[in-house]
């Protein structure tokens, strides 16, 4: 089973990623890893990839799916694996599915997470990261609040809400995310492998929902 997740900052793709993990022993391809990783081994895509990044330049596409492809060639990738932030665009989609199918391999489920606004700021807003930089535990005020407040249980230092979690930021991260990621989704909608998921349900409730399209 290989899948495609999408869905806006707060929709929890981070958590059912690591429920696909879990249950099904699918592996997580999160480009930023695999590309930091190809980077410090000095493979010749990693050298091509940093010779971009030193410029300050965009890694491109073809770069990044050679990488990817690398990847999922590798054994453990049979049992299913999971692209968390790949592909982006429309042109990184049409590559992705084309190295695909040169790899005999099919995208069997894309699965967008999908909630509303007002919850997924409600969600990111009500973050709250320890200060110290050896800790930096995570808590929710809502969902996973810390037993004293303002005070983390691992270290006692403070915690602090990050600049990129306050409304105003939340709100121009959510814009930004909805019009890169709409033609996307337009692009996958209506295929028969093109799952939508109500992701402002408890988190049992979505992960049901998941293992029913899995199964
Ligand atoms: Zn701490």
Known sequence: MNVILLGAPGAGKGTISKH????????????GDILRNEVKNQTELGI???SFMDS????????????????????????????????????????????????NLVI????????DDDLLIKRLTSRRTCSNTNCQAIYNVLYQ??????????????????SDETEEAI?????????????????????SNYHKIKADLPLDEI????????K
């Open 20 to 31: 696909l993990v879990d249950k099904y022993s699918m592996v997580q391809i999160s480009t």
């Open 108 to 115: 069997d489920a894309i699965l967008e997470l999908e909630a």
């Open 207 to 214: 992960k049901a929902s998941v293992d029913s399209i899995i």
């Open 171 to 191: 709100t121009y991260r959510l814009k930004t995310y909805y019009e890169k990621t709409q033609p996307l989704i337009d692009y996958y909608n209506g295929g």
């Open 56 to 103: 300050g330049d965009l890694v491109p596409d073809e770069v990044i799916l050679g990488i990817i492809e690398n990847r999922i060639k590798e054994s453990d990738c049979k049992r299913g694996f999971i692209m968390d932030g790949f592909p982006r665009t429309i042109a990184q989609a049409e590559g992705f599915s084309d190295m695909v199918g040169r790899n």
């Open 145 to 162: 609040p810390p037993a004293k407040e303002g005070i983390c249980d691992k270290c006692g230092s403070e915690l602090i809400q990050r």
């Open 48 to 50: 091509k990839a940093k």
